[in-house]
């Protein structure tokens, strides 16, 4: 079967993402490009179609860091490189797996060199093999924060420092960066969006013809890829050659005083954190003017670059959703448009836009107001009485059920964590074993070898060497020598919400405060890389919200539409609690789970309420589950109905005001009195 690639040129639609890309490829110091969009949109395929147009590179012929032979990196660590033969090769296309290591990306000492010739060489990583190509990164949302961080760094610089074990070396990383991410998976933290020199937001056409034409070369293509390639061979030649006379003309390019004004005030207009925005916007607008083959950055420019570079730098916190006010963007630009030259002032009567020419939307003034039919201005029109929202429909049994109640706002919330340690992917919420971290110890490997400790390994071959005739300076190792690393880091748990949505909670007015609550401590899973879960409990039975996802900001979507009212049937919350849970450690052994359990305690739907509350309580501490209780009770009677069931679940209870990041000390002291009573146990 053919692999010739799916042309750039034959891709449907999505100009916004067309732009981007090309933007990188003319100047990569623009900063990379993250997609973010559905799946199924051709995210995927117009990268690795982007990377077939970019112009040939010359290499030095034995570097494995791919310098240029006309101006080699002098601090290569293949050498200088004087004299040495060249040739020329297609630009590298890296993709970069979610399940990537770190000493994959930067590079690693080469073992098999160490042990077998007792020599330090350096081995080099994927940052190494994209310099002067491009390094795309799919579903980069589902990559260690750590990995991601690391890559920026990278690109920022354009060199990558690599200094573990024993190994320092520096080499040249320059790339175009594309990283591809679906948000339903879960957002980026806003500090790693900032570093991504563009965003585009992408979703399939809803247009029939277009959707049409997608599937039509689709199956045009997989039939014979050759062919379908070679109709669009000549447009693909001609869009290669526009980037290399684009590159050419980008030193040319003027960044005049008036437009980087615009830049700057935008910027400003728009509250972005730091300068990085108006770095970006700048190299982004000369590019611009560069691919439409002018030398000096136009208004469009400006406002073309604010469009690209500015939307995901406007979040600040993970519920808001990336966007900019086109009307600011306007009323900006132009307040600080460069003033335009009126030729020499002969003394006529001046148009102040009151004149036949000066109004109306002909003349490019206010528009006039519309002649009623009696030749008088039009009135405003009435308006229509307010119509009172539509009641949620009531579920059997659910009693008197009332409208979705606002949030208060989001804080700080004091630190939760699942006692012990866990072997979970990595995050920044509980103590666990992880591939990241810093090694506290050497073992025995546990099946097969992940991360070799060197120098335990060294240690525990070398009283054997005599025995076992060892000459020359190789080692002579057994298997039982092997040891691996122990590195100790933080792991995401899933945090599965159990929200009381009963009457009880709406008839004290309290659910604005509980929702508040809820919606802080999703903003501290986001910031912990935590699954989150939510399971609501109200009239005669539990619901399942939102299954365990990455992403947050659908958990808060549903949290703010989450209607309250009717009996309150804890016991199927926990129950239903437990199933999840149990479907959860199949699917994902690793990823210890914490139960918040948001109520005031009481139980309704019969007499035994309470007793079947307590008896799924101990289910789930007979699990081993870490359980919070936050309590919801207000008032000057309270009943403790919150700390009798943390009490049973074998968790803390906190309530409402002692949520709050102050007083963090106590709520240590909480998790320790828990862990050593569970220890006694």
């Not at 990559?143 to 690109?155: I, N, Y």
């Not at 949030?407 to 995050?427: E, I, K, N, Q």
């Amino acid at each position: 079967m053919s692999d010739a690639r799916y042309p750039f040129t034959a891709i449907v639609g999505m100009a916004d993402l067309r732009l981007g890309l090309l933007l990188n490829a003319v100047s990569p110091a623009v900063g990379g490009v993250l997609v973010r969009g559905e799946k199924g949109t051709a995210k995927s395929t117009m990268v690795r179609a982007l990377a077939g147009l970019l112009p040939s590179i010359g290499t030095v012929a034995d570097c494995r860091f791919a310098c240029d032979p006309a101006g080699p990196d002098p601090q290569c660590p293949d050498g200088a490189h004087a004299g040495a033969a060249a040739l020329e090769r297609p630009a590298h296309l890296v993709e970069l797996p979610v399940g990537v290591s770190e000493d994959r990306i930067v590079g690693s000492l080469d073992l098999e060199r160490a042990l077998a010739e007792g020599v330090k060489a350096y081995e080099p990583g994927l940052l190494a093999k994209a310099h002067r190509g491009v390094l795309y990164i799919d579903e980069v949302n589902l990559l260690q924060d750590h990995l991601v961080d690391l890559l920026l760094d990278a690109a920022a610089m354009g060199r990558s420092y690599v200094e573990r074990e024993g190994v320092s070396v520096r080499h040249a990383a320059r790339f175009l960066l594309v990283g591809t991410m679906n948000p339903e998976e879960g957002e980026l933290r806003p500090q790693l969006l900032d570093r991504f020199g563009l965003t585009v937001e992408i979703a399939a056409t809803r247009d029939p013809q277009e959707r049409a034409e997608v599937v039509r070369r689709r199956l045009a293509y997989d039939a014979d890829p050759a062919g379908f390639a070679a109709r669009f061979a000549a447009e693909e030649q001609g869009l290669a050659e526009r980037i290399t006379a684009a590159r050419e003309l980008l030193p040319k390019v003027e960044l005049t005083d008036a437009a980087l004004r615009q830049i700057t005030a935008v910027c400003a207009a728009f509250e972005v954190d730091g300068l990085r925005a108006d770095i970006v916007m700048a190299r982004t607008a000369v590019a611009l003017a560069a691919w439409a083959g002018r030398t000096e950055v136009l208004e469009e420019d400006v406002r073309k670059a604010a469009q690209l570079a500015l939307p995901h730098r406007r979040r600040r916190n993970p519920f808001d959703a990336p966007g900019l006010d086109e009307e600011q963007l306007d009323r900006t630009l132009e307040e600080h448009a460069a003033p335009e030259d009126d030729g020499p002032d002969d003394g006529g009567p001046q148009d102040d836009g009151s004149g036949p020419d000066g109004g109306g939307p002909d003349g490019g003034g206010a528009p006039a107001p519309t002649d009623g039919p009696d030749g008088s201005a039009a009135a405003e029109p009435e308006q229509a009485p307010e119509q009172a929202p539509p009641q949620p429909r009531q579920a059997p049994g659910a009693g008197r059920e009332t409208a979705p109640v606002a949030s208060a706002d989001p804080y700080r919330t004091r630190l939760f964590r699942v006692p012990g340690t866990g072997r979970g992917a990595m995050g920044r919420r509980s103590a666990a074993e992880t591939d990241g971290g810093h090694t506290v110890r050497a073992r025995r490997p546990q099946g097969r070898l992940a991360r070799l400790h060197l120098t335990a390994t060294m240690q525990a071959a070398a009283p054997h060497q005599a025995a076992r005739g060892r000459s020359g300076r190789a080692l002579v190792l057994a298997k039982d020598d092997l040891r691996e690393q122990v590195r100790r880091g933080r792991e995401s748990n899933l945090v599965l919400f159990v929200v009381d949505a009963s009457g009880s909670m709406a008839a004290r007015q309290r659910m604005g405060a509980v929702k508040g609550a809820v919606l802080s401590l999703l903003m501290d899973a986001y910031q912990r890389r935590d699954k989150i879960g939510m399971i609501t409990f109200r009239g005669t039975g539990a619901e399942l919200a939102l299954p365990p996802t990455s992403s947050v900001e659908v958990g808060a979507a549903r949290l703010e539409q989450l209607p309250t009212g009717g009996r309150t049937p804890l016991a199927a919350g926990l129950l239903r609690a437990h199933e999840v849970l149990r479907v959860e450690r199949m699917r994902d052994p690793d990823r210890r789970p914490l139960l918040v359990v948001v109520t005031d305690g009481r139980a309704t739907g019969g007499r035994d309420a309470l007793a079947q509350a307590e008896r799924a309580a101990g289910l789930l501490a007979g699990q081993g589950v870490a359980s919070v209780v936050l309590d919801c009770e207000s008032g000057h009677v309270r009943l403790g109905l919150a700390h009798t069931l943390a009490a049973r679940l074998g968790g803390p209870a906190v309530t409402l005001d002692e949520l709050r990041a102050e007083g963090v000390a106590a709520l240590v002291r909480d998790h320790r009195s828990v862990s050593t009573q569970r220890k006694a146990a």
